[in-house]
């Protein structure tokens, strides 16, 4: 059952509804004609005002979502050294409201300051802050169609950004979030993962 004063329960459903997206085709249209009362048909959402998103190789999300537990829980929000980027700068947006100005004015610079990178040339970082009283879901960039299909992306990693990839750090972590991986298209409804893109879809959990 979803409860919206729990950000678990909450990103927990928003994942839900995107691995639906992923695997059904009519859902997936119906999804994006009419969001709310598309997920109105899953859960009861109160009211909410649903915003759908769709991301793409050129335009990605990063999504401050709603944290029931702030402004009184921000001291016990931690930043592991495993979390990947989105994680690592959602974290700090909760925490820290000035960063989080930062990142809502410029996120590129706050990415090279964060990780000593940005965004490739041509792709645009969109940083999205969700309130109480919505819930902001984004479509992985592999479901930038009805068929599912990948996009082609107008934007190309260098070689340089292709050596991070191998490497692991940003690059790494945006190469899996926007389906660039050789991997295949799964879900993991046991772990909320998957190459299919869902959980990097939903947002950050505390």
């Known amino acids: 059952m979803l409860n919206l004063n729990s950000i678990n329960s909450r990103e927990d459903f928003k994942w839900e509804v995107i691995r639906k997206a992923h695997t059904d085709s009519a859902f997936r249209s119906a999804l994006r004609q009419d969001p709310a009362g598309t997920v109105g048909k899953m859960a009861k959402v109160n009211g909410l005002k649903v915003n759908l998103h769709q991301e793409t190789p050129d335009n990605v999300?990063?999504?401050i979502n709603y944290n029931p537990d702030l402004p009184g829980g921000a001291g016990a929000i931690t930043v592991n050294p495993t979390d990947n980027p989105e994680e690592v700068v959602v974290k700090k947006a909760w925490k820290d409201p000035a960063y989080r100005a930062k990142l809502v004015a410029n996120p590129d610079a706050v990415l090279r300051a964060e990780f000593g990178a940005g965004m490739p040339a041509g792709a645009k970082l969109m940083v999205l802050e969700?309130?109480?009283d919505t819930l902001e879901l984004i479509l992985p960039a592999n479901l930038d169609s009805d068929t599912g299909a990948a996009p082609a992306?107008?934007?190309e990693l260098s070689d340089e950004e292709l050596e991070g990839v191998a490497g692991g750090g940003f690059f790494s972590w945006l190469a899996v979030k926007l389906g660039m991986t050789s991997s295949s298209s799964s879900c993991n409804?046991?772990?909320?993962?998957?190459?299919c893109g869902c959980s990097s879809a939903s947002g950050v959990r505390a």
């Open 130 to 132: 969700e309130g109480k």
């Open 61 to 63: 999300y990063f999504l």
């Open 189 to 195: 409804a046991s772990t909320n993962s998957g190459s």
């Open 153 to 155: 992306a107008s934007s």
